[in-house]
């Protein structure tokens, strides 16, 4: 990947212009300049800074009081709960509980799927083993495997991660074994494996580098799967447990107590509505000034 | 035809066989030995050694799927652990309510799905163009729950137009039963329209540029005829192949939707069950799920390839 600036170009050949890292930047930067990219990235900030700093001004999630069910004020814009806690402090805890999940869910399955589909790759065997794997994991509809999941290792954070990993696991698996192959013929390739390189490491360092790109841009949908599986397993508390705070936790509790306090869920609901659509935006953004050139 | 079914029905096949391992190895990765449960604490080790035999759990356990997996197919699921009834008497007491809820709100997706697609494929301003791309984005950002639940608290709670809880079956009294689905139907069927209506106006975009389309209106052909004759028929194959795959995430939804909306059926009994640990109820829930999402799945397959002679072209390749 470094040697573009001073190999002549019959090494780099007019065919497959090899990229550098920071022309594939560049590439990264132009979708966020796009509309929805801009949009995408803005409110994916916005709501990662009042995660991240909620701790600041205020004195923690758990902070009672004796105003219970309070409407919208200054005070909490959102209201307060059945302990009079605020609303909107309890959504940002919440957010931040998600943001660490489902991130780390949505990685591990990356890393996790890309293995799979190299191991998959260099192996047509395994290769067509975990194919069908895959064709199994997305034959069931994403709640009724976390219901499954919650069953056997009982409903909680762990069931939810467990969940998220397996479900997100076969776009990536699929994304990487086909990139792979669709490189194995390149001249690049070839060149590398002429010089008697070993074929893990022509993958690793040669073709990994060019195929990459279409699994980045699928982790955008791999979050907005993963918060529908968390929200969706904690509305019905199979998921994150009340009091613990997440979007599906809140909403929970909300539900519980809709007719009483109307407003409880919309604090949860919008966070969580702005949240799937930045990671939808940035996935569109993404999808056209990657993947489309 | 027949190469392309060759080709997709072994693998629908061996989601449905390992859904049912799966379904049938599920109460038997439960912690305790479910004869010493059923036994009680003061039976002999005699007494369980004949539970145990009475269940078969003494047979290998290849014969005791065989035998599990006949009894299922003959409609008996064997007897929750928790309330001792047959499990095939459970779910069918719940059925019909998540029937109704499932066939409105797949018909709901196709209608609004295809609708909303064909506006946002067929205006030409850009600013009624972005507003429309906004709107389907954002109800794609929208798990079917929380639509509900805005629903709830817009047409139930704020103007109070319809009912939001409970259930009145269809049957019973059509008129009352509709005003009951009518909002768990729209919010299961919401994030899902906004999937194909997002399929059908690419689809649509894509089109315009083809070739037959510039003949077409260099031929002076009206725009309508234009949309409806050229650009959309030849648009909806690709939309309509995500039916089956909408169709199956829109069952896994109706769970959190009947929750939400409190519907007594097939979805609040799953989520009891997993509460309660009624492996059974879950085992035939599960199977039952999967099975329908597959077989919806390659029918929606199987039509589109004998619509369009497309799909054959590819797959004699």
Redesign the interface.
Known sequence: MTVDSQAPAATAGPTTPRPTRHRTLRRYLGALRR?RGAVGITLLGVLVAAAVLVPLFSSGYDAQSMNTFAGPSWAHPFGTDELGRDIAVRTLYGLRIDLVLLSAGVLTAMVLGTVLGAIGALSRALGLFFQ?VF??IQ??????LG??V???VG?GMLALSISIVIFALPGFGRLARAGLLSQERREYVLAAQTMGIPRWRVLVRHILPNTIDPIIVHTAIAM?IA??LE??LS????GIQPPEPSLGSL?NS??RF??LA?VY??GP?IV??LL??S???LS?ALNEEVLRK | MARYLLRRVP??L???F??SV?AFV?PR??PGDPAVTIAGPDATAAEVAAIRADLGLDRPMVTQYLHWLGDALHGNFGTSYLTDRPVTQLLLDRAGSTVQLAILAALLMVVLGLGLGIIAGSVRRRSAR?ALDLFS??L????P??SG??L??LLG??VPLLPVSGEVSLFADPVIGIQYLLLPALALALTQSAAIARLVRSAMDQARGEDYVQTAIAKGASDTRVTLRHVLRNSLSSALVTFGIRF??L???A??VE??FARNGLGTL??T???Q?D?AV?QA??LL??AI??ITQLLTEIGLAALDPRIKLESAR
Do not use: K
Not at chain 1, 235 to 238: E, R
Not at chain 2, 140 to 143: A, Q, R
């Open positions: 509309p069908r064709d199994i034959g069931f509809p994403s709640l009724i219901m499954v919650a069953l056997l409903p907005v918060i529908f929200t969706g509305v019905v508390g199979l909403l909300g539900v809709l007719s109307p869920v919309l609901a969580l509505i799937a659509l990671f939808s935006l569109d | 693998s629908a061996l989601v449905l390992a859904t799966l599920l990765l439960a972005s984005t954002t794609l950002g929208t798990p729950f929380l639940l805005l709830v608290l709670i704020a199956g995430e069952l896994g939804g769970i959190v929750a939400i799953a989520v069950s997993v509460n640990r492996y879950l829930i599960t799920a999967v999402a597959v």
